[in-house]
């Protein structure tokens, strides 16, 4: 084995030491103060660069630890991280926020943020070019979002932030309800008539008083008749004559795609 004199060991040493520290990255908020970290923050968030903003915002709530400039600091990094298309770090960085500091005057704006990240989630990119609503999706993302929005308007129902989320709640009970008739009328239309009788009737007793319970109780009717059940299928009828004598699904049958009904904002 070759014997390396001992000045050029050191020689080769000092050099890996010297790549080793010129590959790290350079930190430019050094000598910052965390008043000129912040404001180069809120510089990338109003420009919409977010993935520039996470980063600073992280260095910001490291230097004020313990400070409020700090809880803010999380606070901007999770709307920067829902922004950026980040959801499951934004909702980590909300859930961290709630549990340091669950007397903080800015603990409604977490759970509205937090029910804002999921509201919609599973919508697709061009769902509009298809007249395609959340109802039509996976629906976790939606009930995750009405249980932070229901915590919101029941802790804090002075909360500026209140108004917007009872809205929001009654747009995801109306898009829940939809989805089952969506599965049901999937059914039915394949012949399936127990199955669209089980996804109809979820549809009208789980959820009272939305848009959906019309066409809910008209796939009843149709799915006892392709049954044979005929005094279910009377009853059935009775009671949609009575909760909507001027529907028009009897004449021109299932209700055609148009604009989403649950657009109020």
């Not at 030491?17 to 809120?42: F, M, N």
């Not at 903003?53 to 803010?72: C, F, I, N």
């Not at 009377?234 to 009904?261: E, I």
Request: charged share 25%; with cysteine; aromatic share 12%.
């Amino acid at each position: 084995m070759p014997r390396f004199p001992l000045p050029l060991i050191s020689a080769l040493l000092a050099a890996g030491l010297l790549a080793a520290c010129s590959s790290t990255p350079e930190d430019k908020t050094a000598g910052w103060s965390t008043d000129k970290i912040y404001s180069e923050a809120r510089d990338e968030l109003n420009g919409g660069s977010y993935d520039k903003a996470v980063p600073l915002l992280e260095k910001l709530e490291g230097r004020a630890a313990g400070t409020p400039l700090a809880q803010q600091a999380q606070l901007e990094k999770a709307y920067a991280q829902y922004k950026g298309g980040e959801k499951a770090q934004a909702i980590a960085t909300l859930d961290r926020f709630m549990k340091l500091h669950p007397a903080s005057p800015a603990y409604d704006y977490a759970l509205y943020l937090k029910g804002l990240v999921n509201f919609n989630d599973n919508l697709g990119l061009f769902s509009w070019l298809s007249r395609q609503d959340l109802s039509e999706r996976d629906q976790k993302a939606a009930k995750d979002s009405f249980e932070s929005f229901r915590e919101l308007v029941t802790r804090f129902p002075e909360s500026r932030y209140t108004p917007d989320a009872r809205q929001r709640m009654t747009y995801i009970v109306n898009s829940l309800a939809q989805y089952e008739v969506h599965v049901a009328r999937y059914y039915y239309e394949r012949g399936a008539y127990v199955a669209a009788v089980s996804r109809a009737q979820s549809a009208v007793a789980d959820y009272k008083d939305v848009p959906a319970t019309e066409e809910a109780l008209y796939i009843l009717v149709r799915s006892y008749d392709a049954l044979g059940l005929t005094q279910l299928r009377d009853d059935t009828r009775r009671v949609m004559d009575a909760s909507y004598p001027q529907s028009s699904l009897p004449q021109t049958g299932f209700k055609a795609k148009a604009n989403p009904w649950w657009k109020f904002w």
